[in-house]
Nanobody
Framework: QVHLVESGGGLVHAGDDLRLSCLAS????????LGWLRQAPGKEREFVGG????????LYADSVKGRFTISRDNAKNTVFLQMSSLKPEDTAIYFC???????????????????WGQGTQVTVSS
C-alpha cells in the first residue's frame, strides 16, 4: 500500500507559477512510474503528466505541454509538478498517483493508476 499526500495548491492569478509536491510513503518509491492528474468541476479526471521510475521519460497532456514540468526526487520520495503560465482552465483538484505499469504508453489513462492522494486544489483567477 502506498500513501500519497499532495501539497502546494492555492489561489493564483492567470500567468502565475505554482509548484505542487507529492510525498509518498509505503512501498518502494523508486520502483514506480508516477503521474499527476486533475479534475475540474463537472468534468472527468484527466491526465496531466507522467514520469518514469528513474526520470528517464516524461509525458505531458497537450494542454499543459511547454508550461508544466514533472520531476521527482527518489531520495525524498517526492514527485513535483512545476506549473508556469497558469490559465483559468487549469483550475482543478490536482492528484498524484502511482501507475500500475512502467510503459509510457500507459501514463495517459487514469484507469491505469492504482494509488491516489487526496488532491490539492488549484484555482486560477483571470
Amino acid at each position: 500500500q502506498v500513501h500519497l499526500v499532495e501539497s502546494g495548491g492555492g489561489l493564483v492569478h492567470a500567468g502565475d507559477d505554482l509548484r505542487l509536491s507529492c510525498l509518498a510513503s509505503g512501498g518502494t518509491f523508486s520502483n514506480y512510474a508516477l503521474g499527476w492528474l486533475r479534475q475540474a468541476p463537472g468534468k472527468e479526471r484527466e491526465f496531466v503528466g507522467g514520469i518514469s521510475s528513474r526520470s528517464e521519460t516524461t509525458l505531458y497532456a497537450d494542454s499543459v505541454k511547454g508550461r508544466f514540468t514533472i520531476s521527482r526526487d527518489n531520495a525524498k520520495n517526492t514527485v513535483f509538478l512545476q506549473m508556469s503560465s497558469l490559465k483559468p482552465e487549469d483550475t482543478a483538484i490536482y492528484f498524484c498517483a502511482v501507475n500500475r505499469f512502467q510503459l509510457p504508453a500507459k501514463y495517459s489513462d487514469p484507469k491505469n493508476y492504482a494509488f491516489w492522494g487526496q488532491g490539492t486544489q488549484v484555482t486560477v483567477s483571470s
